[in-house]
């Protein structure tokens, strides 16, 4: 039986949410936007619906909602999968109300007769669930899952006419603007450097600026820091701000509440920089060093400097 992908723009989640789609059945067709998207066959994909009204190439969960709906009706497939990204869930949540059908987020496997596997609270609770409707709607959480490939040729590209008025593109993005750690995004980045309470304030973050500088790495914090106003919500890691999984993550002056720790456990190497020996965190982290980390980042950005110059 069909199942139908949504496949975000440059969204290496995405590929990780086909290998869980393959679990529910076959053919897989997927909606994309803007892009032909023929390698998706490797993944498994027999057949990419591209959208090609120029108003969907930005962001647009209601009208991207709506194309979903379109293929739904064409395809017939017994489930709609997407990534369990920020624009993955409010997508599907578009497409769960529309339809006056349950979606169930952050799914990482799927059983027989609808039965899933969900993380909830902040990956601290797995939970078994059925859900309870022909077309099943979810999403899958990030980092969960493996994209693996599998012996799949060229996708076929068919080209969806979709019917939207503009009631569809009520909210849609109509403008980006650079982070400071532009260019690097926090969710793909090898290495994270993050600051909490312990940076002491906005300024403060100059010197985690520096080093990540020096590591092509990105900038992340608690959310104490964005609740202060020190770095944009964006910034933020944990349960209530983006996943990561980078090769090392560095908490500077982090305690590692398990909010905190919900965003961050899906790192290779954890490193803690603080100044208690009894912070949580120490508990999570493979390496610690116990300090001021007004003394000891600077030292580690002058050793690397100093390694990088000889
Ligand atoms: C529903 C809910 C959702 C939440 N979601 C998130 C989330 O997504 N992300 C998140 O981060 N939090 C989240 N929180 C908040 C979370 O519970 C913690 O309050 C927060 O993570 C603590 O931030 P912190 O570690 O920066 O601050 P603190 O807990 O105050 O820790 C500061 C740490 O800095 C150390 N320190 C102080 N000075 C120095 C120094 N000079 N050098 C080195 N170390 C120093 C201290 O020893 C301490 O360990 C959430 C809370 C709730 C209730």
Same mark, same amino acid.
């Not at 949410?17 to 909606?31: E, K």
């Not at 709906?69 to 578009?94: K, M, Y």
């Given at each position: 039986m069909p199942v139908l992908a949504l496949i ?13 789609a393959?679990?529910l059945g076959q053919p897989i067709h997927a909606f994309a ?12 994909v027999q057949t990419v619906h591209v959208a ?15 194309c979903l709906e379109q293929l739904i009706d064409r395809i017939e497939p017994t489930a709609v999968v ?13 497409l769960?109300?529309?339809r006056?059908?349950?979606?169930? +987020?952050?799914?990482?496997? *799927?059983? #027989?007769? $609808? ?6 609270? @902040?990956?601290?609770? &797995? %939970? /078994? ?5 022909e077309l099943k709607i ?17 996708a076929n590209?068919e080209t969806v006419?979709a ?23 926090? +969710?793909?980045?090898?290495? *994270?450097? #993050?600051? $909490? ?6 300024? @403060?973050?100059?010197? &985690? %600026? /520096? ?100």
């Amino acid at each position: 039986m069909p199942v139908l992908a949504l496949i975000e723009p440059n969204e290496e989640l995405s590929l990780q949410a086909l290998s869980l789609a393959r679990d529910l059945g076959q053919p897989i067709h997927a909606f994309a936007v803007g892009e032909a998207h023929v390698e998706l066959g490797a993944y498994g994909v027999q057949t990419v619906h591209v959208a090609e009204d120029e108003r969907l190439s930005a962001y647009a969960p209601a009208a991207w909602a709506a194309c979903l709906e379109q293929l739904i009706d064409r395809i017939e497939p017994t489930a709609v999968v997407a990534a369990g990204t920020s624009r993955g869930n409010e997508v599907l949540g578009h497409l769960a109300a529309r339809r006056n059908l349950p979606f169930a +987020a952050n799914c990482i496997a *799927v059983g #027989s007769e $609808g039965t899933v596997t969900r993380v909830r609270w @902040g990956g601290s609770l &797995l %939970e /078994e669930a059925r859900i309870d409707s022909e077309l099943k709607i979810l999403s899958v959480a990030p980092h969960m899952v493996e994209a693996t490939t599998v012996n799949g040729g060229v996708a076929n590209v068919e080209t969806v006419q979709a019917n939207l008025d503009d009631g569809e593109f009520v909210v849609r993005v109509i403008e980006h603007a650079e982070t400071r750690s532009a260019g690097i995004s926090l +969710a793909e980045a090898k290495v *994270v450097i #993050s600051g $909490g309470r312990g940076v002491g304030s906005a300024d @403060g973050f100059g010197m &985690l %600026e /520096e080093l990540a500088g020096l590591l092509n790495a990105a900038v992340g914090c608690s959310r104490v820091v964005t609740m202060a106003g020190w770095r944009p919500h964006t910034d933020q890691v944990g349960q209530t701000g983006t996943k990561v999984a980078p090769d090392l993550y560095i908490a500077c002056g982090i305690s590692g509440a398990t909010q905190h720790i919900a965003g961050c456990k899906g790192a290779k190497k954890i490193l803690a920089i603080n100044s208690d020996a009894e912070a949580p965190i120490l508990a999570s982290a493979d390496y610690a060093v116990i300090g001021d980390l007004a003394e000891v980042v600077p030292a580690i950005t002058a050793e690397l400097r100093k390694a990088q110059s000889s």
